[in-house]
């Protein structure tokens, strides 16, 4: 079980389970992800949006800063506050292109 699994606990990771073992738990993150057979991005987002808002409180820095996730449907927006300092970013998901060191933005 990998850090993720044990942190969030809700769904197999990626990385660490076969094919076979990703379909068999119920309802399989790629279907939460996919429409037909395309990866919606706006899917994606909102998922790496509950992910992160889950797994903030677990993070030592949390304490000492307040994270807000911003409203975005095709990229992921945050901005960390500690005291009157105030660090935004935004970012864009991409999957990695076959034998390339380039990533497919998803936008």
Known sequence: MCKRE???GDMLCFL???????????PSLLSTLYTNSYLDIEKTTCWVQ?????TWKLIPPSHHCQLTVLP????FKLSLWKGQ??????????VPLPDS???????
């Open 6 to 8: 044990r942190t969030v």
């Open 50 to 54: 509950m992910l992160v808002k889950a």
């Open 101 to 107: 060191k380039s990533f497919l933005s998803l936008e």
């Open 85 to 94: 300092e105030n660090l935004s970013t935004q970012i864009t998901l991409g």
């Open 16 to 26: 660490h389970h076969s094919e076979e073992e990703l379909k068999s738990q119920g």
């Open 72 to 75: 975005a449907t095709r990229a």
